[in-house]
């Protein structure tokens, strides 16, 4: 028995339809040369390294399967052809790796966007001292400024 | 005057010694010393892979990491393959 992963990076506007169908797809392609699907794992939105077909975001997905040592050069041109022609729309890169069949299937992957939250400004600023810049503290300058300005209309008066 | 002290090893290589200890511990493979880095060693663990690159994004030569060149040929391998992937820049212009 042969394992392999196929990790793909995907378009950020993938639906979630156009997603399952990729899935079940590979998983045919796979399980109709007596391969078996161990697992598929989408890991999210990621900012990518360095633009790709002008898109600044991704969606990674990757699939782990085993299969047969007799089939699996044509599975292997037979996932070619689906992420390089057929889906060629949605997938912008793909890479097939073989793996140690006796390695655990554990792996380290970067955080996504989704996984880390997201921020606000005031938090940040917040965390690095810097609270004079805040909203609030901003809203009160302009407060001040303006209750500045209808003084000098009032001594004009 | 003072004498001249007679120097039993030449000052060419105390000197070469003193630079030698001066940049701390000697250099060693993080590989080769904790056998639970190779299993991260992966091309899709990014963040492990983003400590042997420059600012630039360039690969560290094993001169400057301390790997072995056995560990450093892996390593090359698994970040060129995060570069195709894009998890890693070829080449970054601001880091």
Redesign the interface.
Same mark, same amino acid.
């Given at each position: 028995m042969h394992r392999y992963e196929v #990790?793909l #990076?995907t378009i950020p506007e993938i639906t979630a339809d156009e997603a399952s169908s990729l899935e079940s797809h590979l998983a045919k392609v796979v399980s109709d040369l007596k391969g078996s699907v161990l697992s598929f794992d989408r890991w999210g939105k990621?900012f #990518? $390294?360095?633009p @790709?077909r002008k898109n600044d975001y991704?969606i990674y997905f #990757?699939m782990r399967f085993e299969c047969d040592v007799e089939n699996c050069k044509t599975i292997l041109d037979a996932l070619k052809t689906t992420c390089a022609v057929k889906y060629s729309e949605l997938i912008? /890169?793909h890479?097939i @790796?073989k793996l140690d069949a006796h $390695?655990?299937l554990e792996?380290? /992957?970067?955080e996504s966007l989704e996984e880390t939250p997201s921020r606000d400004v005031d938090s940040f600023l917040k965390e690095n001292k810097m609270t004079g810049l805040m909203a609030s503290s901003r809203g009160n300058r302009q407060k001040d400024e303006s209750m500045a300005e209808s003084m000098t209309q009032e001594e004009r008066l | 005057m003072a004498r001249k002290v007679k120097l039993k090893i030449s000052t060419r290589l105390l000197r070469k010694k003193a630079r030698r200890s001066s940049f701390g511990t000697a250099k060693h493979c993080r590989f080769c010393s904790n056998k639970d880095n190779v +299993?991260?060693l992966? =091309?899709?663990? +990014?963040? &492990?892979l983003r400590n042997f690159l420059t600012e630039r994004g360039k690969i560290l030569a094993s001169r400057i990491s301390g790997n072995c060149s056995l560990h450093q040929r892996a390593l090359t391998t698994e970040i060129k393959?995060s570069? !195709?992937? !894009? &998890? &890693?820049? =070829?080449a +970054?212009s601001t880091y």
């Open positions: #990790l #990076l990621y #990518l $390294a360095y @790709v991704g #990757l912008m /890169r890479i @790796v $390695a655990p792996y380290q /992957r970067p | +299993a991260l992966d =091309y899709k663990n +990014a963040s &492990l393959k570069r !195709v992937m !894009v &998890l &890693l820049p =070829y +970054a």
